[in-house]
């Protein structure tokens, strides 16, 4: 079992940066990536990183957001620039396995899934 936390979530303005950071309770070579969602409408896959540091952003963030990996402190991060009202939602970080490491799989067959971030912006 791999407990995963997030930490970095906040209120900011339009244009605004944050960057979100995912600790795992262990190494592990599973893919790692976020996923977001408002309430009453679909998660949405954003980014997704396997454990050799190749990653993937959905077209939706992709210029904006970043998504890296640290294996020695096992932490994913997502930064995120240029921020929009849009994307104001619950920000999540999961885990699937290493197959299929992609943004648009990230929120799907989960092996794991941390509590949550609330990321917020006004404009």
């Known amino acids: 079992q791999v407990q995963l936390v997030e930490s970095g979530g906040g209120s900011v303005q339009v244009g605004g940066s944050l960057r979100l950071s995912c600790t795992a309770s262990r190494y592990t070579t599973d893919c790692m990536g976020w996923f977001r969602q408002v309430p009453g409408t679909e998660r949405e896959g954003i980014a997704a990183i396997g454990s050799d540091g190749r990653a993937s952003i959905a077209d939706s963030v992709k210029g904006r957001f970043t998504i890296t990996r640290d294996n020695a402190k096992n932490t994913v991060y997502l930064q995120m620039n240029s921020l929009k009202v849009d994307d104001s939602a619950m920000y999540y970080c999961?885990?699937?396995?290493?197959?299929?490491?992609?943004?648009?799989?990230?929120?799907?067959?989960?092996?794991?899934r941390g509590q949550g971030t609330q990321v917020t912006i006004s404009s």
């Open positions: 999961a885990a699937r396995l290493y197959t299929r490491c992609a943004a648009q799989y990230i929120a799907s067959e989960l092996l794991y």
